[in-house]
């Protein structure tokens, strides 16, 4: 039976740190993701999406109530 | 740059100019919030109100239902997401209906009620507050479809005009809200009791999802939480899971698992314990609780007969059926 037999060259080294490179980016990905805390959460919209169809009638700028300026620090 | 703060939610979203609170669609433009789905619903159907569900509120009416974009909880098993996952800038069917209008559709449809559901009408609650009192002008229902995520101070002021709400009690734990809905268990709660308080008729929900929220013991705390806090006649609703959205890895709740909850709830002492989305179950019918009389027949969300006597009473034994009959 013929033995496998690895040899180290450097393109599997290579390819090895660009697999834990991804790894590591996907981790700091998934942990610095937000998740829904009181005070915290906002969400960026697309604003000139929004705006055409404000002005399409499509939405509304109807004022909300329940909410009030955040005061400077 | 002007920041704003909701104070709709428990959330208490910062939010800068441009952006949106965590729900999409409550939106920061020149340092004041805009309400942007006000009068611009992205669902809107006819519903039986055995679907909300509603079985002790004016059985088998017709219940003019809407909902817009935006939802302030992220349920990895929503089954609406497409809506409530959305900002109003996002979809595609977007109709005109500000609040007279909408209650002139209702009325034109021979409905009795507006439902606001299918995502959670707290974020459009603007519209819910005006379409309502105009309704009520118009002798009209309001059944607010909720998971009750809300601050107690606009809920009470919106108690003055909805008349009965569903409120979905996702489980009895908060380590469940928080992973599996990003949200918490607590709020929830003091909405049912406000619900309750405030006079709003109300009915609960609780999706059993296996191995999330199908532990017995925690079945038996959440009907007996119930029972104290609402009163044994609140109905209570245990809805079939199906998988979708970002949980298909579980499958549909087993029918033994429904039947179990049932009974420990029914064991628990409360009076009105229904089984959801299995067509034909008994527990879909109402029984009366003294003497387990069929009062209200229901397969799906049709109702095969009606036996209540006209003040709501049961026909043999005479005892009285919390509910808003007519």
Redesign the interface.
Known sequence: MKRWRHHWHRGDLGFVGLVMGTLVLIGLVLDTAP?????????????Q??R???DE??????????????EAP | M???????C???????E?????C?V??N?D??????????PSAMHIDPMEKKPLYHFHPGSPVFSIATAGCNL?CLNCQNWQLSQS????MEQ?Y?ADPPELVALARQEGCESIAYTYSDPIVF???V?DSSRLAHAAGLNNVFITAGYI?Q??LRRLCRVLDASNTDLKAFDDKFYREVN??SLQPVLDALVTFREQGVWLEVTNLLIPTLNDDLAMIRRMAKWIRDELGEGTPLHFSRFHPQYRMRNLPPTPGETLDRARQEALDAGLKYVYVGNVLGHQGNSTYCPVDGTLLIGRVGFHITENNLTVDGRCPSCNEKIPGVWR
């Not at chain 1, 998740?35 to 604003?47: C, E, K």
């Not at chain 1, 499509?58 to 955040?70: G, N, Q």
Request: net charge neutral; glycine share 14%; aromatic share 10%.
């Open positions: 998740t829904p805390q009181q005070g915290s959460s906002w969400r960026r919209i697309d604003l999406q929004f055409a169809y404000l009638g499509r939405l509304s700028d109807h004022e909300a109530t329940w909410y009030h300026p955040k | 002007t920041e704003v703060v909701c104070e709709l428990p959330r208490g979203c910062v939010i800068p441009g952006g949106a609170g965590d999409r409550r939106v433009i340092g004041r919030l805009r309400a942007s789905t006000y009068g611009r992220h900002g109003g800038e996002e977007i005109q609650y603007e519209y507050e601050n101070a606009p990003a949200g």
